[in-house]
């Protein structure tokens, strides 16, 4: 699995580069952003692509996706 820190980041930096990571194939993806725009715009993209949220977490800060092709 490939993890992909953006926190503190701000869009469309994010998107891009999960974007990026979509489009070289990468079948399972750790995502770790902040909580804002960035966050609703990554789950966004994950809900308008072929993968699918496996898993969210959330705590005070940051929110955890793990996604999968499929």
Request: proline fraction near 3%.
């Amino acid at each position: 699995m490939i993890e992909l820190d953006v926190r503190g980041l701000n869009c469309p930096e994010p998107v891009i580069m999960l974007k990026n990571l979509i489009d070289n194939g990468e079948k399972n993806i750790k995502v770790i952003t902040s909580y804002g725009a960035s966050a609703s715009n990554i789950e966004r993209l994950i809900k308008n692509s072929k993968y699918k949220i496996i898993a969210k977490v959330e705590n005070e800060n940051d929110i955890i996706f793990k996604i999968q092709n499929g």
